[in-house]
């Protein structure tokens, strides 16, 4: 396992990147995950945020290249590490901080908490914190779009953890079987809460997993957001032209502890070359270089990006401190029965 994640944290990143719009807008969404993320490490420790935290910190180009990618149409499904998406697909600030402090503004009216965040109209449905629970209810979605006959793609985001669970094989079948509109996007970073894919699987190679099921997988550097982005795009381009389901697995690291704001690199199961190794290849230093060599982008241009970004950071978290808690009689708004 460790010379496959080494592998990816290492690889070039490709000799074609999309228009200059395109590829900014790229590293601003991963530049404003990470920034966001800081923040809430240094406001985890005030107790001012009121639910369990996990960062994406270092895995910031899965989400941004796969959520542009999707484009305003389509719609996806996440994880309880869901900042990222979140952020990637078009949340407010404003509304996820609002959020992990409970208050009314938050993007779920202060219920949901850090694990789940949602943006209904940019096409995040949902998020969720239970393992692999969102991969049957994106194949649902999927199923509802085929027999409606909307043009648009269901993606299904979960972690090499979310592979374990037995509705991972029994909603790939089920889409094969469909023929469903349905990208499955692992994001693999290379451990599920403590133990590495190796511990828990004979064949560690996690987008193959689908082919005998009649899901063809691919596996990608998920440390270069360019190829995020333009992997992604062809999956939906193939899907929307009737194509099969597909399993995408994109290689990063995670270089905080599974949930909170510290470093666990001290502890048994992980090792510190690896969070060296993910460093050397920090996906914003790897778009940072590209744009500079292929577009020819200023320091100065990035220092105004990050000085813009992180007003509006600033913005978000007055905005949460100032918003009020939710009223006593909003306990049971939004329940069923």
Same mark, same amino acid.
């Given at each position: 396992m460790y010379f496959i994640l080494h592998h990816y944290l290492s690889a070039e990143a490709p000799s074609i990147l999309p228009d200059?719009?395109?590829?900014?807008?790229?590293? &601003?969404?991963?530049?404003?995950?990470?920034? /966001?993320?800081? &923040?809430?490490?240094e406001l985890y420790p005030s107790d001012k945020i009121q639910s369990p935290v996990h960062l994406s910190i270092g895995q910031e180009?899965?989400? /941004?290249?796969?959520?542009?990618?999707?484009?305003?149409?389509?719609?996806?499904?996440?994880?309880?590490?869901?900042?990222?998406?979140?952020?990637?697909?078009?949340?407010?600030?404003?509304?996820? *901080?609002?959020?992990?402090?409970? &208050?009314e503004t938050g993007c779920a009216k202060g219920k949901g908490g850090s694990m789940h965040l949602m943006a209904p109209d940019k096409g995040l449905i949902g998020c969720s914190a239970v393992v692999g629970s969102t991969i049957p209810v994106a194949t649902g979605d999927a199923l509802a779009s085929q027999y409606c006959g909307r043009r648009w793609v269901t993606c299904a985001f979960f972690g090499d953890g979310g592979i374990d669970e037995g509705v991972f094989y029994e909603s790939l079948n089920f889409a094969a079987l469909k023929n469903l509109p349905v990208i499955f996007v692992c994001e693999n970073n290379a451990y599920a809460i403590h133990s590495r894919v190796a511990d828990r699987h004979a064949r560690t190679e996690l987008y193959r997993y689908g082919e005998p099921l009649g899901v063809p997988g691919e596996r990608h550097d998920g440390n270069d957001v *360019?190829?995020?982005?333009?992997?992604?795009?062809?999956?939906?381009?193939?899907?929307? /032209?009737?194509?099969?389901?597909?399993?995408?697995?994109?290689?990063?690291?995670?270089?905080?502890?599974?949930?909170?704001?510290?470093?666990?690199?001290?502890? /048994?199961?992980r090792d510190e070359k690896e969070l060296v190794d993910a460093a050397a290849n920090d996906p914003l230093d790897r778009a940072r270089n590209l744009l500079r060599k292929r577009y020819g982008v200023k320091d100065d241009d990035f220092s105004e990006w990050e000085r813009t970004i992180a007003a509006e950071i600033e913005d978000a978290v007055a905005f949460a401190e100032a918003s009020a808690f939710p009223a006593t009689d909003a306990l049971y708004r939004g329940v069923f029965a």
């Open positions: 200059h719009n395109t590829s900014i807008e790229l590293y &601003k969404s991963m530049l404003r995950i990470r920034l /966001a993320e800081q &923040k809430v490490t180009a899965v989400s /941004a290249g796969v959520c542009l990618a999707l484009g305003p149409s389509n719609r996806i499904y996440g994880t309880y590490r869901s900042h990222g998406i979140y952020m990637a697909r078009g949340g407010t600030l404003r509304g996820m *901080f609002a959020e992990l402090y409970a &208050k *360019f190829t995020v982005h333009e992997t992604m795009r062809a999956a939906i381009s193939r899907s929307l /032209a009737g194509g099969p389901p597909v399993l995408l697995e994109y290689m990063t690291y995670r270089w905080k502890e599974h949930v909170g704001p510290n470093a666990d690199h001290s502890e /048994a199961y």
